[in-house]
C-alpha cells in the first residue's frame, strides 16, 4: 500500500485571494460574491447551488479574462521545494481544491505535484457557458475514491489545510496539518499547526514530526 500527501490549495500553497475570489473581483462583483457566500453559510442554499449562482455571474464571459484573473498564481516560498521532499520521503503527492482548474492545473505545473483534482468551468466558442464539473466537493468523498484507484493506506497519509473545507479531508487520514489556519474547527482537528510563509521548512517540520 502507498501513503499519499492530500492538500489544499488556496491559502495553503497559495496566499493571497481564493481562486474564486480572484474572478469575482476582476469583473467587478464583490457584492453578489458576499450575498452567495453569506446565503450558503447561513445554510439557505447549497454548496452545488452556491458554485451554480457564481457561474451564473460569469456566463458568456472570455474564459482568456479567467486565465488572466487566475494565473500566474501566488506561490507562498519553495513550494516545489517542499513537495520534492514528500516525493522523496515516499509520498504521493496530490493537490485537493475547491477552487477552480484553470488555477490548480498551473499550480500542480509549476511545483510538479503528482496529481490535481479541482472543479472545471464549462467553455463553448471561448465563453464561460455557466455550467461547472464539481470535482471537488466533499473531499473525504474524493479522497476515499483515490484511495482505492491508486492502493492508498489512508492511515498512513497525511493532510494539509487551512480552512473549513479541509476538516473532512484531515478526518479520514492518519495526520491532519494546518497551516496558517483560517479557521478554529482545523486547528482542532490538527496534529501540528504551522504559521509560516514557507512550505519546505513546514514539510521538513513534518517529516520530523513523523
Avoid: C
Avoid at 72 to 80: A, C, F, R, S, T
Avoid at 167 to 177: L, P, S, T
Amino acid at each position: 500500500m502507498k501513503k499519499a500527501a492530500f492538500i489544499d490549495v488556496d491559502g495553503t500553497v497559495t496566499f493571497g485571494e481564493a481562486s474564486w475570489e480572484k474572478i469575482h473581483n476582476y469583473f467587478g462583483l464583490q457584492d453578489e460574491m458576499q450575498d452567495h457566500s453569506s446565503r450558503y453559510f447561513s445554510g439557505e442554499i447549497t454548496y452545488q447551488q452556491w458554485a451554480e449562482l457564481d457561474l451564473a455571474l460569469w456566463k458568456d464571459r472570455k474564459i482568456e479574462d479567467i486565465h488572466k484573473a487566475l494565473n500566474p498564481p501566488n506561490l507562498i516560498e519553495e513550494v516545489k521545494e517542499g513537495i520534492d521532499k514528500l516525493k522523496d520521503a515516499g509520498y504521493l503527492t496530490f493537490l485537493i481544491s475547491g477552487g477552480i482548474s484553470i488555477m490548480v492545473d498551473e499550480v500542480k505545473r509549476l511545483i510538479d505535484a503528482d496529481f490535481a483534482y479541482s472543479n472545471i468551468i464549462g467553455e463553448h466558442d471561448g465563453l464561460v457557458n455557466g455550467t461547472i464539473e464539481m470535482v471537488v466537493g466533499e473531499k473525504s468523498k474524493l479522497i476515499k475514491r483515490l484511495s482505492k484507484e491508486y492502493e492508498i493506506d489512508l492511515e498512513n497519509s497525511i493532510a494539509i489545510g487551512n480552512d473549513y473545507n479541509d476538516i473532512d479531508m484531515f478526518e479520514i487520514v492518519g495526520k491532519g496539518y494546518a497551516i496558517n489556519p483560517a479557521h478554529q474547527g482545523l486547528i482542532e482537528k490538527s496534529e501540528l499547526v504551522f504559521y509560516s510563509d514557507n512550505f519546505k521548512d513546514v514539510i521538513s517540520d513534518i517529516l520530523d514530526y513523523q
